[in-house]
């Protein structure tokens, strides 16, 4: 099974700042990799696929990297409405799994 | 529109069975490519997947949760039903379901997610 290792677990930021959350893979899932945003109490919402595809309608202060097996998602010029919680999973394979979660917080 | 919706019980008693209906709408899960899976996440936990049905009846589970799990489809009622045996208070979460989309070849996400349905276990 691959096993997704997601850091940091929350990070404090403010309006306007970068964010850069990680995620590594235990193993090769050749960019097929998902990031997701979870609003308390509300499902997660696709941000981007493909490792660094935006999905539809996603706000382009959003983006994804990969290097190997560790990815990025990164938030630039944060805004009110990105705190929340994030979490990657990978599609390459059976189990699919998700990372840990990183929560996004005002500092 | 695409629109995915969960229901079932909110509270099950230990060692009971759980069943959770995922009522859709907007496309067909007997086209070639649909599929829909089930989530589930635990109060302030992450997310765990569990369960995917592919248009053509295939079906995937998670290994550690394979022997407690079924699902199926009903594409008459546009459902995806999964069952869930021997609960335990350990299976409390919110459980979700969610359309797997298939944007080329082998890359796809759980692009449209349902609200999600919170299940307690307890006597």
């Known amino acids: 099974d691959i096993q997704m290792t997601q850091s940091p677990s929350s990070v404090s930021a403010s309006v306007g700042d970068r964010v850069t959350i990680t995620c590594r893979a235990s193993?090769?899932?050749?960019?097929?990799l998902a990031w997701y945003q979870q609003k308390p109490g509300k499902a997660p919402k696709l941000l981007i696929y493909?490792?660094?595809t935006l999905q539809s309608g996603v706000p382009s202060r959003f983006s994804g990297s990969e290097s190997g097996t560790d990815f990025t998602l990164t938030i630039n010029t944060l805004q009110p409405e990105d705190f929340a919680t994030y979490y990657c999973?990978?599609?390459?394979?059976?189990?699919?799994?998700f990372g840990g979660g990183t929560k996004v917080e005002i500092k | 529109q695409i629109t995915l919706k969960e229901s079932g019980p909110t509270l099950v008693k230990p060692t009971q069975t759980l069943t959770l209906t995922c009522t859709f709408s907007?496309?067909?899960?007997?086209?070639?490519?649909?599929?829909v899976g089930w989530i589930r996440q635990p109060p302030g936990k992450a997310l765990e997947w569990l369960a995917l049905?592919?248009?053509?009846?295939?079906?995937r589970y998670s290994p550690s949760l394979k022997s407690k799990l079924t699902i199926t489809k009903d594409t008459s009622k546009d459902q995806v039903v999964l069952t869930m045996t021997n609960m335990d208070p350990v299976d409390t979460a919110t459980y979700y379901c969610?359309?797997?989309?298939?944007?080329?070849?082998?890359?796809?996400?759980?692009?449209?997610w349902g609200q999600g349905t919170m299940v307690t276990v307890s006597s």
């Open positions: 907007g496309f067909s899960l007997s086209r070639n490519g649909m599929s």
């Open positions: 969610a359309k797997l989309n298939y944007y080329d070849n082998n890359v796809h996400a759980f692009d449209i």
């Open positions: 193993q090769d899932i050749i960019s097929l």
């Open positions: 493909r490792a660094s």
């Open positions: 999973q990978q599609a390459k394979s059976f189990p699919y799994s």
């Open positions: 049905i592919f248009w053509d009846d295939d079906k």
